[in-house]
C-alpha cells in the first residue's frame, strides 16, 4: 500500500487542521493506520491510531481531547483533525500502514507515507 499525506501548513496557536493520509491499493480495508510526528533534533513519536474497520482509535496523553483520527475505507483516505494547536505540535506528521493493528511503536508499520509540515506559530 502507498500512502501520500497532505493537509499541513502554517496555523496560529489555538487553531485548526485536518490532515488526510490517501492510500493507493485495494487492501488499504486491511491495515490499521497510525499518525506519528516528529520534530526538529526529536524522535519520531506516536500521534494516534485507528483500527482497519475504524471501531477503535488511540490517541497520545498530549493528542487526548485535542485531535481526532477517522477513516473512510470507501475513500481509501485516514483523517486526522487538530484542534487547539500548540507551538509544540510543530514538526512533520507522517501516516503509516500496519498489517498488526494500531501500535505506538514506528517499526510495526511497513508501509510510510512521506510526511507533512505543520507550522503551529505562536
Known amino acids: 500500500v502507498q500512502l501520500q499525506a497532505y493537509g499541513g501548513g502554517l496555523v496560529q496557536a489555538g487553531g485548526s487542521l485536518r490532515l488526510s493520509c490517501a492510500a493507493s491499493?485495494?487492501?488499504?480495508?486491511?491495515?490499521?493506520i497510525g499518525w506519528f510526528r516528529q520534530a526538529p533534533g526529536k524522535e519520531r513519536e506516536f500521534v494516534a491510531g485507528?483500527?482497519?474497520?475504524?471501531?477503535?482509535?488511540n490517541y497520545s496523553e498530549d493528542g487526548k481531547g485535542r485531535f481526532t483520527v477517522s477513516r473512510d475505507n470507501a475513500k481509501n483516505t485516514v483523517y486526522l483533525q487538530m484542534n487547539s494547536l500548540k507551538s509544540l505540535d510543530t514538526a512533520v506528521y507522517y501516516c503509516?500502514?500496519?498489517?498488526?493493528?494500531?501500535?505506538?511503536?514506528?517499526?510495526?508499520?511497513?508501509?510510510w507515507g512521506q510526511g507533512t509540515q505543520v507550522t503551529v506559530s505562536s
Open positions: 491499493g485495494r487492501t488499504f480495508s486491511s491495515y490499521a
Open positions: 503509516a500502514a500496519s498489517a498488526l493493528g494500531v501500535s505506538t511503536t514506528p517499526r510495526v508499520y511497513g508501509y
Open positions: 485507528i483500527t482497519k474497520s475504524g471501531g477503535n482509535t
